[in-house]
Nanobody
Framework: EVQLVESGGGLVQAGGSLTLSCAAS????????IAWFRQTPGKEREGVSC????????YYADSVKGRFAISRDTAKNTVYLRMNNLKPEDTARYYC???????????????????WGQGTQVTVSS
């Protein structure tokens, strides 16, 4: 059974930083990709970033480039999203998802991802 568990969300002031974690288990594909999405009520889920497990290829949405950094610890099967210079518009529930593809095209299509975590809330106050 595939499980993705997010943690690290919270309340932070604008300009602050947070690091989200996504602990994955049960993934059996030789190579996998973990992506971060975010969603606010009434809006579609937005792809934020993704990383391939083996090659480490990464992609970022334009809205977070230069502020967010995705990384992975393959030994721990954990992916991190370091979020710097947070803005109120970054407020959302953040989800990690797993598949075998990491690309800008794929990030724009959350319905293609088979496995999702329960999400962690990030709130940025102004």
């Amino acid at each position: 059974e595939v499980q993705l568990v997010e943690s690290g969300g919270g309340l932070v002031q604008a300009g602050g930083s947070l690091t989200l974690s996504c602990a994955a288990s049960g993934l059996t594909a030789e190579d996998t990709a973990i992506a971060w999405f975010r969603q606010t009520p009434g809006k579609e889920r937005e792809g934020v970033s993704c990383i391939r497990r083996n090659e480490g290829d990464t992609y970022y949405a334009d809205s977070v480039k230069g502020r967010f950094a995705i990384s992975r610890d393959t030994a721990k099967n954990t992916v991190y999203l370091r979020m710097n210079n947070l803005k109120p518009e970054d407020t959302a529930r953040y989800y990690c998802a797993a598949d075998v593809v990491c690309s800008n095209w794929y990030l724009q299509r959350p319905h293609l991802y088979d496995y999702w975590g329960q999400g962690t809330q990030v709130t940025v106050s102004s």
